[in-house]
């Protein structure tokens, strides 16, 4: 869907809440720019029809990778969340994929949204 490299309205260090990046999203991948696994994990997602909001941590928002760091102790990139939950990274997201999880996880959030 959006990424905020391409948009004019960058999050700035106040108004940014990662609570509020994911809740409106089934699909969030915050990714960095020239990063392999963002780009697999991207890809993974696509893979499976599942249209990740793409937020793109470049040298002005640099930022945003403390609090993803500090929110949920994984150090690199990608930061993957699902239906609002923080997955991980490329390797988390591929085991859960691999065992169904993610798309589970995806179904069963459509249908409460359908309720």
């Known amino acids: 869907m959006g990424a905020y490299c ?7 260090r106040d108004d940014f809440s990662i609570e509020n ?3 409106d999203s089934n699909v969030v991948v915050f990714s960095k720019p020239g990063c392999t696994d963002s780009l697999r994990a991207k890809t993974l997602l696509y893979s499976i029809d599942a249209l990740p909001k ?12 403390e609090k993803l760091k500090l929110e ?12 609002g939950k923080f997955i991980g990274g490329y390797e988390e997201l591929q085991n859960q994929i691999n065992k169904g999880t993610i798309q589970k996880m995806l179904k069963d959030e459509n249908n ?4």
């Open 6 to 12: 391409c948009s004019s309205q960058e999050p700035t």
């Open 21 to 23: 990046e994911v809740k």
């Open 54 to 65: 793409v937020i793109e941590v470049n040298k002005r928002t640099y930022y945003l990778k």
């Open 72 to 83: 949920t102790k994984q150090e690199s990139f990608p930061y993957v969340f699902i239906a």
């Open 112 to 115: 409460k949204q359908t309720q």
